[in-house]
């Protein structure tokens, strides 16, 4: 089965997006940053996707699979590495 997109919404100046960033390039996941800072059309696609203003906000495909907490205990729980590997 092939992998599916991760997308990571983010913002430069975020330690928790700096955190979700490294889980996901410590498990070698290839995945997509759209950094929100100065990009509006970028905030609202996010907010429009999983109606939250902060971020990160994390994709798998096109689960939200929510922010930093969130992907951690999803990692913890082991279903992180299900998901990526598209089961």
Same mark, same amino acid.
């Given at each position: 089965m092939t992998q599916p997109t991760v $997308?990571?919404?983010m913002s430069d100046w975020c330690p928790y997006c700096q955190r979700a #960033?490294?889980?996901? $390039?410590?498990?070698?996941v290839v995945f997509? %940053?759209?950094n929100i800072d100065d990009d509006g059309?970028? #905030? %609202?696609?996010?907010?429009? #996707? !999983?109606n939250r203003r902060t971020v990160p906000q994390i994709f798998v495909g096109d689960k939200?699979?929510?922010? !930093?907490?969130?992907?951690?205990e999803?990692? #913890?729980s082991g %279903?992180?590495?299900r998901l990526i590997q598209g089961a």
């Amino acid at each position: 089965m092939t992998q599916p997109t991760v $997308t990571l919404y983010m913002s430069d100046w975020c330690p928790y997006c700096q955190r979700a #960033r490294g889980l996901l $390039t410590q498990k070698n996941v290839v995945f997509s %940053e759209i950094n929100i800072d100065d990009d509006g059309k970028s #905030r %609202e696609e996010m907010i429009a #996707r !999983c109606n939250r203003r902060t971020v990160p906000q994390i994709f798998v495909g096109d689960k939200h699979v929510g922010g !930093c907490d969130d992907l951690f205990e999803l990692d #913890r729980s082991g %279903e992180l590495d299900r998901l990526i590997q598209g089961a």
